[in-house]
Each structure stands twice: as C-alpha cells, then as structure tokens.
Nanobody, 120 residues
Framework: QVQLVESGGGLVQAGGSLRLSCAAS????????MGWYRQAPGKQRELVAD???????NYADSVKGRFTISRDNAKNTVYLQMNSLKPEDTAVYYC??????????????WGQGTQVTVSS
C-alpha cells in the first residue's frame, strides 16, 4: 500500500506565493515520475508540472517561469513552489506518483488534493 499526503494549500492574494509538498509513504521500492495536477471547477484535471527521479522537469505553458517543481528522492517527497500566483491558478491541486511497490507491481497513485485559492 502506498499513500501520498499533500500539504501547503491555502488562500493567497494575486501575486503571492505558496509552496505545496507531497510525501509518499508505504511499501515503496522505487518512484519514477512525480507530478502535480490541478482541477478547477467545471474543468478537466490538467498537468501542472512533473519531474523524473533524475530531475528532468516538464511544465504546462501556463505556469512556466512562475512555478518550480523539485523533489527529494531520499524523502520520497515532491514540492511545487508557486510564485506570482494568478486568480486563474485557483484549483484543487493533486499529487501523482508513478510507483513500483516492493511487490514489484507498478502503478500511479494520487493524493487527496489540496485547495489553492488566489484572490484578485
């Protein structure tokens, strides 16, 4: 069993910053890609950013230059530093991880989501 626990969401004014964290725990053998997705009301879930175990990153065009994804492999944790936040960044943010368990089964896992609200 693998769990992802997110933290760091909240309410912030436009132009402000937030830092999200997501820690994976459980019967983990290896974690490949870790990422952040978001879902705004009435919209589909979309990729915000992801990062490989080697540190290669990928960003949605809408957040490039404002958000930074990073990870600590020793802690099985991924972070999302969000700067220059805009009202359109308001959404529930979900952590995702591609995990191989100690049983050598591999699948994606999701966190429970954390709300980010940016006021204008």
């Amino acid at each position: 069993q693998v769990q992802l626990v997110e933290s760091g969401g909240g309410l912030v004014q436009a132009g402000g910053s937030l830092r999200l964290s997501c820690a994976a725990s459980g019967s983990i053998f290896n974690i490949y890609v870790m990422g952040w997705y978001r879902q705004a009301p009435g919209k589909q879930r979309e990729l915000v950013a992801d990062i490989t175990s080697g540190g290669s990153t990928n960003y949605a065009d809408s957040v490039k230059g404002r958000f930074t994804i990073s990870r600590d492999n020793a802690k099985n944790t991924v972070y999302l530093q969000m700067n220059s936040l805009k009202p359109e960044d308001t959404a529930v943010y979900y952590c995702n991880a591609d995990v191989m368990a100690v049983t050598l089964s591999r699948r994606g896992y999701w966190g429970q989501g954390t709300q980010v609200t940016v006021s204008s």
